[in-house]
């Protein structure tokens, strides 16, 4: 039997042109399914073809432009496959919502990233796949397999292909990033540097100082999300004031709320990488800001849940 009856792929609304990219890489063809609202605002959910003992696999990042309705579409996908026969159903989830969430950092707050992995779980997945977790102890909020991606090898790549190193400095934007950086640091044998931050509220913070000589070089800054951009806008500033040069900014996951393309593109910075793990918006990239697809990486990965084999080959080389 082919791979083609074997497998399905399907994908929600939250970004259909990532789940196409993806079936090209495998030679496949979307899977056929009906999403609509109702008047009210509900999700309904039709698969339209036979899912019976099939491997299932469902892209639907939870982000933008509502990550509430993305879970919830989500959800309903997963339960309307489990109720059709589906023999496995793998989620796709590129970009995890709510994961900065993940923890109880004052009273009486909710560990949202828990429950939304609670509501997966139970909605009947098998299996998830994801991209550079915010936090990696949510692979621990489920009691099912969780495979993570990590985007340091699609950055190298990139890094390698259009940068010159030789006086470069891989920069962490904060302290939780460390782990993120020394990857990519220690993969092209550079050295490393911190920016020292204090964040006062959510998506306000003020950068503190730079830990490392960062003076007459250039800078590439790892990081898994920007959001509103104040914290890499202030960022670029705190380097630039220590005498930085260049400043390449490498980021997984492009929430890019507000007026962020604008402000990238009118920063100091060279050049902002991002992935299309969330749906990209070209008409509003400008000329700073470069789009590397993730859709390889995700076949890649598909493919070797689908045939038993290991998904951490495909990332710790």
């Known amino acids: 039997m082919s791979m083609e009856n074997e497998i399905l792929v399907l ?27 109702f008047a009210d605002g509900e999700v309904f959910v039709q698969v339209g ?23 919830m579409e989500l959800y309903c996908i997963i339960d309307a496959l489990k109720r059709a026969s589906a023999k496995r159903i793998t989620a796709v989830i ?3 919502g709510y994961s900065r969430q993940d923890r109880k950092n004052e009273p009486r707050v909710p ?6 992995a609670n509501l997966l ?8 796949l994801s991209l550079d977790l915010h936090a990696a102890q949510i692979q621990g909020f489920f009691d099912i397999p969780v495979d993570h991606m990590q985007s340091k090898n699609i950055f190298l790549e990139k890094i390698r292909k259009d940068l010159d190193i030789s006086n470069s400095i891989i920069v962490s934007p904060d302290i939780g990033g460390i782990g993120r950086a020394r990857l990519i640091a220690k993969a092209l044998k550079l050295d490393i540097a911190i920016i020292d931050k204090r964040r006062d509220r959510a998506n306000e913070c003020e950068v503190m100082n730079i830990i490392g000589d960062v003076k007459g070089k250039d800078a590439i800054i ?4 920007i959001d509103t951009g104040g914290t890499l806008i202030k960022s670029i500033n705190a380097l630039k004031q220590s005498g930085m040069r260049k400043i390449f900014v490498f980021i997984t996951h492009a929430v890019c709320s507000g007026d962020v393309y604008e402000r990238i593109n009118a920063s100091e910075i060279e050049k902002l990488y991002i992935t299309d793990s969330l749906k990209v918006i070209n008409e509003r ?23 038993e084999m290991s998904i951490s080959v495909l990332f710790d080389k």
């Not at 073809?49 to 879970?71: C, L, M």
């Open 11 to 37: 994908s929600g609304t939250a970004n259909p042109k990532l789940a196409e990219d993806v079936v090209k890489n495998m030679n496949l063809k979307l899977g056929d399914m009906e999403i609509r609202r």
């Open 49 to 71: 073809e036979s899912v019976r003992n099939k491997d299932v696999y469902v892209i639907q990042p939870t982000g933008r432009p509502s990550s509430n309705e993305n879970w």
């Open 94 to 96: 590129p970009y995890y």
């Open 111 to 116: 560990i949202t990233a828990k429950l939304v």
């Open 121 to 128: 779980t139970e909605s009947g997945v098998g299996r998830v």
């Open 222 to 225: 790892i990081d898994d999300i």
């Open 285 to 307: 990239l400008g000329n700073k800001i470069e789009v590397i697809s993730v859709a390889p990486a995700i076949a890649d990965a598909i493919r070797h849940i689908h045939t």
